[in-house]
């Protein structure tokens, strides 16, 4: 069977098995969705021991935490929202909305999140009365084959079709470009020559931007409380989610304060240049990210630029005085390294930022610690993100939780800034069509051309 064939003969599986899914209740089809989530969220820990043994990358204890949360915060999300038949009815408008569903969803995943984008993009798909097909990555294909294998389990023994979701169990580059072309729409969470590929194979498709957020370090805080919360973003994982902080700017004259800060917290701390240039060239050769390095501890990737650092070490804070195209750490850092600079006044931070994330990550996060309404919508205008998190870890609150109003998703649109077709949380409402029903209104007027031209 060629490559082609045995995609086609997938999508042709889950149409059957979406064309019958899509007869069922809305009870019926929240029923299966809760058991899809509630089968990952039981599993977490096994779950978190395959991802870090097969791939290498973060922590077991991390992604115990992301996965049982992420999947409690799916489910709390979703639990009693209308998502098929009649959405809406708006009598004033003339209008009935009507919820259908979109066909198969293609699902790309990537090695960074083997466990948390295949459990969401199932259960958001299920949500709306869709077929799923996961194409993992192929360093994360068995750990995210499990996660398909148990919800699959889940949903059957409520009586869902057998094929409503499937997995790519040898994935490849070309099966993820074939299931992109043959599915009805494509969710691509991934680098960029995934999401690219998502965006020209022909089919709508949903895409993530890189990240690079920035952490704005405003006077007035107190250095106590906002020192823990960028170090735990940094560390989450060893630095792989792409919500993680990665460039810290700092009041000049409070620099040193944070920097002791950071060091009595349990951080190593570069200021020599000469060193400065070793984490360069290790942590991107060439100009290119040091893929060998990804969710490493900071220990490990200590020891490949010739320094020792205790195994306990959280994250490792590097001073640098550029930014933006002259600084290649004020890129997106996919390791507990986190950059650090100076600035005179608020805008020269704001100047910063968005010149860091020109480079890369325009269109995700940033996040600000201030009290100052004014610096912070100045702030929200100046910079091209679509999320900013005040006073806040970023990694624990832009992907959404049960706590803020930002959809819990494992899917960022980084907007038309990072080249995607939404610039908020991938939620299932992105995953049913919607036909309108249109009645003219009891009474209505057509205004009169004063009333439309009129000042």
Partial sequence: MTDREMIMEMVEKARAAQKEFETFSQEKVDAIVRAAGKVIFDHSEELARMDFEETGMGTYESKVSMQSNRAKAFWFHMKGKKSRGVLRRIPEEGLIEIAK????????????????????????????????????????????????????GAIEELGAPRHLIQVIGEPTIQLSKLLMEHCDVCISTGGPGVVKAAYTSGKPAYGVGAGNVQC????????????????????????????????????????????????????CYIDDEALTDKVRDTLFPDGEINKELVGRPPFEIAKAFGVELPEDTKIIVVKVTKYGGNEILAKEKLFPVLAV?????????????????????????TTFHSNDKDKIEYAAEKISVSRFAINQSSTAVVGGTMRNGLAPTGTLGCGSWGNNSISENLDYKHLYNISRVVFEPKNNVDPTDEEVWGE
Avoid at 226 to 248: D, T, Y
Wanted: hydrophobic residues 40%; proline residues 6%; negative net charge.
């Fill in 101 to 152: 569903p979109m066909g198969v969803i293609g699902s790309i995943t990537p090695v960074t999140s083997a466990v948390i984008s295949p459990m969401h993009n199932t259960m958001a798909s299920l949500k709306c009365g869709n077929a799923v097909i996961v194409g993992p990555h192929p360093r994360a294909k068995t750990t995210s084959g499990r996660v398909v294998q148990l919800m699959q």
């Fill in 341 to 365: 600079r100076s600035y005179q006044t608020w805008e020269e931070a704001v100047e910063a930022a968005e010149a860091n994330l020109t480079v890369m990550g325009k269109g995700h996060s």
């Fill in 216 to 267: 704005l370090v405003d006077r007035g805080v107190d250095v106590k409380e906002v020192v823990p919360k960028i170090i735990a973003a940094r560390m989450h994982n060893q630095g792989i989610p792409c919500s993680c902080e990665q460039f810290a700017h700092i009041p000049e004259e409070l620099f040193d304060e944070y920097i002791n800060e950071f060091k009595q917290a349990g951080c």
